[in-house]
């Protein structure tokens, strides 16, 4: 071989040789802080028994160092959230799902936690953006619209629900969560006999369907059918003993009737659950003397 071509093999053995070399190293990351893959390892392990065994607040610093020493790592990022929001820290769990969103190769995971956090916030427009990118990322998935719906129903806006929940319905007709949600709202924004029509379909479908039951009992009521409403809310109630809403609707059927007792003891019972119901409070405190025993 002649000189020139044996040093030229002699140059690409050495880049060969180099290159094997560097494929083969182990990668030393930064630290974790400077420990490299070592520290990282030890710092993995630690965050998750300590989150594993809901030390929440011990688990935060090793996976914040985690995170910060790999910040597109999503598996750290979804960790950190949930961290944060066991500890009740809003702003730092929605800023974590937030980032989630950009690296995560399945963004979508990132939901329904991130809507429900901006409303714990007190920031309703953001929540209801939140839902409304999860049904962009998903438009087949009846969760997505159901959340989406019930956002719009917080912020009042019941034709923005009640249109979301029409178009979920068409796409998935067994969803009793969507079926509800638009009898609801055509009894807000409709008729109390379509309204009624909807949550007698829900209910046969879904006979355990507590929702379905209280929608249901809300319609006959609008429509003059106290008696029927009261069995259909009592079974709701025997079906969820606690539940606010039915306990609400329950008493209100009660005074209509003149059924002063039972009206007091609905309205009292959502005070005993929840000592800061101003409506319960307002009710029973309006409640006259006397009544049917």
């Not at 985690?66 to 959230?81: C, G, I």
């Not at 714990?120 to 990322?137: M, N, P």
Request: glycine share 8%; proline share 6%; hydrophobic share 40%.
């Amino acid at each position: 071989m002649p000189p020139h071509l044996r040093r030229f093999v002699a140059a690409l053995l050495v880049l060969a040789i180099c290159g094997w070399v560097l494929s083969e190293a182990p990668a030393q990351e930064g630290s974790a802080q400077d420990g490299g893959l070592q520290a990282s390892r030890d710092l993995q392990e630690k965050s998750r028994a300590l989150v594993g065994a809901g030390r929440y607040a011990e688990a935060l610093p090793p996976t914040r160092e985690l995170h910060e020493a790999y910040p597109t790592n999503h598996v750290y990022l979804s960790r950190l959230a949930d961290i944060h929001e066991h500890l009740g820290q809003w702003p730092e769990c929605a800023a974590a799902w937030e980032a989630y969103l950009k690296v995560s190769p399945t963004p979508w995971e990132a939901f329904p936690t991130l809507g429900d956090t901006y409303r714990k916030l007190g920031q309703l427009k953001a929540s209801t953006d939140a839902f409304a990118r999860w049904l962009d990322l998903q438009p087949d998935n009846p969760d997505a619209a159901f959340y989406l719906g019930r956002a719009w129903e917080r912020d009042h806006q019941f034709q923005k629900a009640r249109a979301v929940y029409q178009q979920g319905l068409k796409q998935h007709p067994d969803s009793t969560d969507l079926r509800v949600g638009l009898a609801r709202m055509t009894l807000f924004t409709g008729s109390a006999v379509e309204a009624r029509r909807m949550a007698e379909e829900a209910v046969k479908r879904s006979p355990t369907s507590v929702d379905a039951r209280l929608i249901l009992g809300m319609a006959l009521r609008s429509e003059g059918n106290l008696a029927e409403a009261r069995r259909q809310l009592e079974v709701a109630r025997t079906m969820s003993p606690d539940y606010l809403d039915v306990l609400q609707v329950l008493g209100g059927v009660a005074e209509q009737q003149d059924d002063l007792p039972a009206a007091r003891a609905a309205y009292g019972r959502i005070l005993q659950l929840d000592p800061g119901h101003a409506a319960a409070r307002t009710r029973l405190a309006g409640l006259p003397k006397g009544g049917r025993p």
